[in-house]
Every structure is written in C-alpha cells, then in structure tokens.
C-alpha cells in the first residue's frame, strides 16, 4: 500500500528549515560556547611557533655569557617544536650580536624575531633615459615593438601611427587611416604585418611591405583599447569599450568568438599558448580567465578593488601582474593563484605595465611616474619622473603605454610629445593674452603660464595697488624662467546700454525735449522714459553734465538727479531718432585717464587695450593724452559695438592692433548677423592686410570652470586661427579656477598649434602682405637688432627689425609668427650669431637653412642672408 506525499512548494521546505534550526538553537542564541582550555593552549601553541619559532634557547653557559658581554645569541630557522620542547638542536651554529637589553632568559629569548621568509631583492643596474624622440602632435597612447628589433611604431591621439628607427629614433613611416586617436599597437612575429585599433571603432591590419591597410575587422560598437596576437595562431584578440573581447581569425576577418561577461570597458589583453590563452582585464576591477576552444569563462579574479588598467604577462615565468590605482598584484598561471602585492605603492593610476626576462619590471602613472620593480620580491628599487617637454604642464605628463624591445635592454615608455621639441614661444605662431584674476596671480601660478604658453598679460579693473602687486610678481616670474611677456592696460571704457524700446519700434526725440532716465532696466522705454544698464547713473552725473546716445548722434544734457529713485532728467539737445543702442561717453572716462597717467606710464606698460572704441578720432585723443610716450605703447582698439563695426577701417588705420570682443560685440549684433558683419566686413583680413595683429577675444574654454577637459565644441578653433594672429583667453569663471588656469592656456596652445602651423601653414605662407613674408621662414622669428628708422608709432615691417631690444621684444609678442629674442654681443656680427644659434636651439632653423637679416647701417637699410653652419 503506497500512501501519496503532498506535495510541497519550495518555500514551505525552506520555511520548515528555517523553523528546525531556529528550534535547536534558540534556548542559547545569544550566549558564548563555553571556554576550551585545551583548545586554548593548542591556540596559544600554533602562534608562538610562528613568531618565534626560530629563536635559539639559551643555554646555561651562553647566559652566563650573556651577563658578562651583554650579547644576544641568535641562531638560523628551526623547525616547529611544541611550547614546553626545551630540545636543543645539535649541529647549528649560533652568533653573538651585541644587545642592549635585558639579561633575563625571557627577554633575551622573545626580542630576536626569526629572519624573514620574503624572497630577498635582487640587483638590477640603474635605468637612465637617453633619448627622447618627438614627432607626434599629441598624446601617444600605444607602442610596439619589431620582432626584429630594427623598429618600432607609435599610436598617437593626432591618428597617425610614426614608425620609429631602434638604433637611431630617426622617423622612417608615417602612416595614416584612422580617424581617432589609435590606442593599440601590435606586430605579427610571422608575417610583415602590423595590427592597430582606435577610437574610431576601426582595427586595421597593415602591409608593411606596401605600407597599406590590406584588411579591417569590423564589429566593435564602440572605440577600442587593447589588442594582443595569439604567439602560435593565426588569432587577433581586440577589446573595448563595449565590455567585449573580439576574436577574430586574421586571414579571413571573421570573428570567432564575442567573450563577453565585464560589466565595463576591456581596457588590457594579453594572450599564451597554454590555458588560459586568454586573459582580459576591465574597469569594472575584475580579470577573467578565457577558454578559447569553448569562448567562454575559466576564472574571475576579484582581486581589485578599482580598474585594471594594464597587465603584463612574465616572458618566461607562469605568472602575470595587473595593475590599478589602489595596488598591483602579481598572481601564478594557470590556475590563477595570488602571490603577493607590491611592497610599496605607487600613489597613481598605473596606466602601462611591462616586464623583461631580468625580472624588470616598469609601471608608468598617470601623474608622470616611471617606477622600476624587481619581480621577484616587489621591491622597488628606482624611481624617476618623465621628462616634461618644452611647452608642456607637469600635470600632463602622464605615462600611457611602456614595452621593452627584444632583448629587453632598450625600455619605450610614451607620453606627450610636441612636434620638434620647440619651445614656449617656438611651438605655435599664434600668440595668447591672458586676463589675470585672483586664482592666477601668484609667482607659482603666473611661472606655469609662462611655461604653458601665454604671450601678454592683461591688467583687468582694479586698484593700483592690487596691479602694483600682480605686476611684480609677473617680473619676479619672467625672471626666474626667463620667459618674455608683454604688460597690457585694459581700460573700462565708458559703455552704457539703453533699455528695450515699446514694441521694439524706435522713438523720435526733439530738441528742447525733457526725457527721464531710470536705471530700471525692465521698464520698456517710450518718448517720455528710458531705461539704462547703469545702476550707479543717478550718482555719477550731475546737473550740467551731458551724456551721448546713440554713438554721439543725440546730446542729452543733465537737470536733476534722484538718487533715491535713481532717477536721471535731461534736456534733449538735438531732435534725433533713438533705438536700441547705448548711451555713449567720452572714450577715456577720468579713471581710465588715472590708471594710465599714474600707473600704467610709470610702470613702463607695451600696450593700452581701449574698450568701446567708435571711430578713428578717439585714438588720436589716447595719443595727445600720452604725449611722448605714445612711441613706445602700442595701442589696441576693442570693437565692442555696433559703431566700431561700422567705422572699423577708420579704426584699422589708425589702430596699433584690433581686438574683436565678440562677448560684448555679440550682444550689441544680433547673433544671426554676427559672423556676417566678421567676414563682410573683413575685420580680420584687413588686419592681417595691413601687418597689424588682430586678437578674438571671448569666453573659450568655459566649459573648463567645472571639469578638467573642454567639450568638442570649445576645441574648435577654427574660425578663431582662420580669423588671425593672437587668442585672446578673457573667461572670468576660468581665472577663479586656480587648478586649471595654466591647463586652460596650455589646451589653447595645443590647439593653435597643431591647427595652424600642422594645416595651414602652406596655405596662409601664400599670401600677401606683411604676414606672407614673415611665414617664410626663420627670419621673422629672431629679431631684437637696434634700429631708428621708425621715428613714429609701433607698427608695420619696423615691428619686425625692432627698435630697441626691451620695447621690441615686448611689443613682438604680439604679432602672429615672431618669437622676440633679446640680442648680447658689442658687435652687430656678435648679435646676429647670437640670435641664430637661439633660433637653431630652439629648432626653427639648422645647418643649411638660409636667414635672412634686417638691419641699419649709416642710416641705411640692409638686407642680408646667412647660411647656417
């Protein structure tokens, strides 16, 4: 007879589980088991073995030797014996150490520890950089080796992949197809091929032979990181950033397998012969272990606790390590087995790891370290910096990928690397004016600008005392880097805006008319009341004051003044039409005048920056103003309104140097007819005509007040480098960043750089007028000879053979293409040797170049060409 079973759901059988061992403990859940004095002592046993199971007892005699000469006997690693074991092992031999301790057989038997059981380090010799080769217009973030070890190839975010003499560092390929930056390199030991990987989701396979893509392997959805060949197959490994490891069979191009299982991007591969021939290491802190037979996974190390950015596999032993910001571990194949950590830590993101048959072993961080490990032990036993290049921050630095060559001899570790190694003022023609605030002031902060890049430094409002102390800490910084940079005064000007107009329909004013004035700025304004920008209007005029509207066409004389109500009545002088303009002032208000007179002349300032300039006149009341010292300040008028628009090649001729404020432009021109007025008007082309510098000035790089990389739009200066010679960086918000001040003036450097001098050279050398020839070559770019013959205004071809060494190398920096270089030497001939050898120091010339010099002999000009020896 059978009797059926109910049947049960799993959560009844877990629930009646739960209830049995509830039952059988819960009369002593929250009480001790009661104490074990045998477990006690065999506890107590095991832990004094560890610690000092390799100390030797001391005998009766050795005691009496102990009192005596105040020694310690300190004998080799014995093996474990039981706490009451008093034994003493024959054969071992024993040394007396001095001590200082007590003479008791209790102290003299626990302060000696047993020698340690770490491996000891071994020696390596010291590594030192010899060589520093340079090419790349960016970060170079991959590098390989040649199985041959003839050559090696480097992977930059500038796309191109440069492949690079061993013996020599000389260029030998340039190669280009990617259309992002290329983040992994690798060479067949098989046939003459070359595999590369990018951002732009592309892995190509190169012919070395006809230098040319003969293959692409399609399939990531997202740019890729790391790729690895398979030593024995004929197998190509990719990872990226859509957590996926590729891979793929060469010949053929068809991907075998999609190892998928990261939760993040696959940011390191390597591959062996033998299981796991496949191991990947992700951002999501986790290396796996893969089958390649099954496509799947073997093992998961959760060893990490941030990503693993790189891993290196040993050359000859089964063993690997990996790398990540908290530490780096080193782990035994094939089953995966941890060994043990780095004795001491790098304090970086490691970004490149790589390891030779010396037992070397070499991380590089993110901050610019290079630490060399010995690999047994974990001992580090040399630390060094990368050097930073001419025209580079320290904080970029950073070290992205390391590989040694074949024989293990030669280590290539990559980091920025500046086309040339041409220095600050070499590196870009383009020149930068930087507004200083309080983040930036100081010696330290202003020395790193001068490093990164920055050309003129502009005073901004504020007290003399406040410019006195920002000034001196500029001078105490040019001194120490000896770095030229060029002093400009900004005048507030005197632009005030009119409100908005009912209906948005201009208002007809006539003479003898009285109108009021408020500084409301939401009142729309009608043929009684307006509104201006002002708040302070009430309080600075007074009766019998005029004020000028509409670029001076309407006189508006002062009777009263509210204060209270900040309210303002006028006269109408004139009948006149008045839309949405501003209300115009003299250019030079009297605090302009007292910053310039008292301030910027006695400090010897190279030029004044004049806001709101409207017509041509208003240079000429500047120039009457300063007297005799307008021969050595150049004068640079800001088009901030609609009125310098429209009298811009009245200005240009007048002008020392154009700015176009296109924060404060923009907002008097509709947006829409902004670049219409730019380019109709040709602002920049007349300059660039004419020999004058022209500087676009606005808010770059704005993005960079809350993160430390500017978005892809700000990075396009492209308009600004076909507009004209100087970036002006005015961002408020970014002055008060202090950690990324010189990284904004560094990023705009880069840019202008590796925009105008690597694109358009060719074609702006094709021009004419004053650019055209200073584009030609290096005789443009090392001035600083004595000449008279300009007697009048800074300006024209005279800028370029300077009229004294100080003014001209100050007034040099402004002007696109010349790098200003303050000659020694009593003789002309002394001073011309003297600036070419700058000039093939700096790289802008070397042996067989022709330079061609400009100077003044017996009041006559001389031109003269030199060969470089």
């Known amino acids: 007879m059978t009797t059926e079973i109910e049947p049960q759901s799993l959560q009844k059988l877990s629930l009646k589980s739960v209830k049995r061992a509830l039952d059988l403990f819960s ?25 000092f199971g390799g100390v030797e007892p001391v005998s009766p ?154 293959r692409s392997y399609h399939g990531h959805l997202s740019g890729v990181y790391c790729l690895a060949l398979h030593p024995t197959l004929d197998v190509l490994l990719t990872g990226g950033r859509d957590s996926v490891c590729r891979v793929w069979d060469i010949r053929t191009k068809m991907r075998n397998f999609a190892l998928s299982g990261h939760d993040k991007d696959v940011c390191s591969v ?31 190390l959760t060893n990490h606790k941030k990503a693993v950015r790189a891993m290196a596999l040993h050359p000859t032993e089964n063993a690997f390590v990996s790398a990540s910001a908290d530490n780096i571990n080193k782990f035994i194949l094939p089953k995966g087995e941890f060994r043990h950590n780095m004795l001491s830590q790098q304090r970086a993101i490691i970004n490149a790891v790589a390891v030779n048959e010396d037992g070397v072993m070499v991380t590089g961080g993110d901050n610019g370290s290079l630490w060399f490990w010995d690999w047994k032990s974990g001992h580090s036993f040399q630390q060094a910096e990368a050097i930073v290049q001419p025209g580079s921050l320290e904080s970029e630095a950073g070290i992205y990928a390391a590989c040694y060559d074949q024989t293990g001899s030669r280590l290539s570790f990559t980091t920025e690397k500046l086309l040339g190694g041409q220095t600050r003022n070499g590196a870009s ?45 500029l001078r105490t910084a040019m001194q120490n880097t000896g770095i030229l940079c060029a002093v400009m005064l900004d005048t507030k000007g005197p632009e005030i805006r009119t409100g908005f107009l009912k209906e948005g329909k201009p208002i007809e004013l006539i003479q003898g008319q009285e109108i009021t004035i408020s500084i409301d700025y939401t009142i729309k304004g009608d043929s009684n009341v307006i509104s201006m920008s002002y708040k302070k209007l009430a309080e600075d005029v007074k009766p019998g004051d005029v004020i000028l509207c509409s670029d001076g066409t309407i006189s508006l004389t002062v009777l009263s003044c509210d204060t209270y109500l900040g309210l ?85 001729e007048k002008t020392d140097a154009f700015m176009v404020a296109r924060g404060d432009l923009g907002m008097e021109i509709p947006t829409i007819f902004f670049f219409f007025f730019q380019k109709k008007k040709k602002m920049t082309e007349k300059a660039n005509a004419l020999g004058k510098p022209i500087v676009t000035a606005t808010q770059m790089l704005e993005s960079m007040t809350k993160a430390p990389r500017p978005t892809r739009a700000e990075n396009n200066v492209d308009d600004l480098q076909r507009g004209g010679g100087v970036s002006r960086l005015r961002s408020r918000a970014q002055e008060d960043q202090r950690s990324r001040c ?91 040797r003297f600036e070419v050898e700058v000039a093939k120091k700096k790289e802008i010339c070397k042996a067989g170049y022709l330079v061609v010099t400009f100077r003044m002999i017996n009041g006559s000009s001389v031109v003269e060409t030199l060969l470089v020896d």
Not at 278 to 300: A, E, P
Not at 756 to 772: K, N, T
């Open 27 to 51: 009369a002593a859940h929250d009480q001790l088991a009661p104490p074990d004095p045998e477990s006690k002592k065999i506890r107590f046993s095991h832990k004094f073995q560890v610690a």
């Open 61 to 214: 005699e050795g005691a009496n030797e102990l009192q005596q000469g105040k020694a310690l006997v300190v004998g080799p690693t014995l093996p474990p014996r039981s706490l009451n074991d008093n034994t003493v092992h024959a054969g071992k031999s024993t040394t007396i150490l001095p001590a200082f301790g007590s003479s008791s057989e209790r102290n003299v038997s626990t302060c000696a520890l047993m020698p340690s059981r770490w491996p000891r380090p071994e020696w390596h010799a010291p590594w030192k950089n010899y060589r520093v080769i340079q090419g790349h217009l960016g970060w170079v973030r991959s590098v390989a080796f040649d199985p041959r070890n003839e050559w090696f190839c480097t992977g930059s975010a500038d796309r191109t992949i440069k492949v690079w003499d061993v013996a020599s560092g000389v260029l030998k390929l340039t190669l280009t197809g990617h259309i992002g930056q290329v983040r992994g390199l690798a060479v067949s030991n098989k046939d003459a091929y070359m595999f590369s990987a990018g951002d732009d989701k592309q892995v190509k396979c190169w012919d070395l032979e006809q230098n040319k893509v003969i």
């Open 270 to 300: 390597f591959t062996r012969p033998t299981d796991p021939q496949v191991v990947t290491g992700s951002h999501d802190s986790t290396i796996k272990f893969w089958d390649l037979r099954y496509g799947r996974t073997m093992t998961t």
């Open 429 to 473: 023609k383009t020149k930068i004016v930087c507004t200083l605030g309080p983040a930036s002031r100081s010696v330290e902060m202003i020395e790193k600008l001068l490093r990164a890049g920055m050309n003129v430094f502009n005073f901004s409002h504020g007290s003399h005392e406040y410019h006195q102390e920002t000034l001196d800490n």
């Open 568 to 652: 303002v009545r006028c006269r109408c002088e004139n009948s006149a039409v008045l839309g949405d303009q501003g209300v115009d002032l003299p250019t030079l208000t009297e605090k302009d005048k007292e910053d310039i007179l008292q301030w910027g002349v006695p400090n010897k300032i190279n030029i004044i920056a004049l806001s709101f300039v409207r017509k041509g006149s208003d240079l000429d009341e500047v120039r009457e103003l300063l007297r005799v010292h307008a021969k050595s300040i150049m004068l640079m008028s800001k088009v901030e309104n609609q009125g310098g628009v429209a009298n811009g090649d009245e200005i240009m």
């Open 742 to 832: 010189a990284t904004v003036v560094h990023n705009r450097e880069r840019s202008c750089f590796s925009f105008f001098d690597g694109v358009e050279a060719e074609r702006e050398g094709d021009r004419g007028g004053h650019q055209g020839w200073i584009h030609g070559g290096a005789c443009g770019q090392v001035q600083a000879e004595r000449s008279d013959s300009d007697g009048g205004r800074p300006g024209g071809t005279s800028r370029a053979t300077a009229r004294a060494a100080a003014s001209v190398a100050s007034h040099g920096l402004v002007y696109r293409g010349i790098v200003p270089v303050v000659a020694t030497g009593a003789s002309t001939e002394e001073k011309v």
